[in-house]
């Protein structure tokens, strides 16, 4: 029901890319370049800036991204309440979540999903900034999500798992079989810091405890989980899904 001219411009927004949103919307780059030209002539305004590093927005277009992603979110709405007066199983459900969670949850809640509702269409937007996945709630770009309690936005909750927070040591360090890992030591190693939305919950336990991290290493996603070093000079915190399906073993 959406107008695809409308998410052309969502999707490349969101990728950056003409090619890749083209392949995620099942168009050629030919006919996703057509879909952009044509609403940039309708607009009679240059929403996008291509050049060597991909494709962004321009100033207006930015302006404009609020405004056309609250218009297919309201168009999706509607069509899935006309669904529901219809009672038909059909329409769209879009999930945000956390890497650990849609890796390690996800996959088989939609596979039960979908075996009893085969007629709706799933989308997953995976998301690791805590503040941003509630923000995406709050907006209505995604139908529903998994973030850390308690939420800052004013968004309907149900509790799911009371997750705890584990430390991730050297096989030799000096804690390594340490039934917990002891709260005065929290400052006493450096600790790799990373970019996902564990962060959130690991910094607020250094706050509460009047804790200063000393920073070692600040890390993205993809090298976080290979954790090596010199006996006992490194620590790195993450919620126990995280953990336990990356190879590390537990005591």
């Not at 989980?225 to 010199?230: A, E, N, R, T």
Request: with cysteine.
């Amino acid at each position: 029901m959406n107008n695809p001219k409308y998410n052309a411009f969502l999707k490349v927004a969101e990728m950056g890319s003409i090619k890749h949103a083209a392949d995620l919307l099942g168009y050629t780059q030919t006919g996703m370049s057509y879909l952009i030209n044509t609403l940039e002539e309708e607009l009679d305004i240059k929403l996008f800036v291509r050049n060597y590093g991909g494709t962004v927005l321009t100033a207006e277009g930015k302006e404009l991204l609020p405004f056309i992603k609250g218009i297919c979110n309201m168009e999706n709405r509607l069509y899935n309440k006309v669904n529901e007066l219809k009672n038909l199983d059909s329409g769209r459900l879009t999930i945000g979540a956390p890497a650990s969670v849609h890796i390690n949850w996800l996959p088989g809640m939609i596979k039960m999903y979908s075996a009893l509702h085969p007629g709706i269409d799933i989308e997953i937007k995976c998301c690791d900034d805590a503040n941003l996945l509630e923000e995406m709630i709050y907006d209505g770009d995604i139908d529903c999500g998994f973030i850390i309690m308690p939420p800052k936005k004013k968004i309907e909750t149900v509790e799911l798992i009371d997750d705890p927070m584990v430390a991730i040591l050297p096989m030799n360090h000096p804690l390594a079989k340490a039934t917990f890992f002891p709260i005065d030591d929290l400052d006493k190693y450096p600790y790799i810091d990373t970019t996902v939305s564990t962060d959130f919950e690991v910094h607020a336990v250094f706050a509460s405890h009047g804790k200063k991290s000393q920073y070692c290493i600040p890390s993205g996603q993809r090298i976080q989980y290979s954790v090596h070093g010199k006996p006992g000079i490194r620590i790195q915190s993450l919620s126990r899904i995280a953990a336990e399906k990356r190879f590390f073993s537990f005591h």
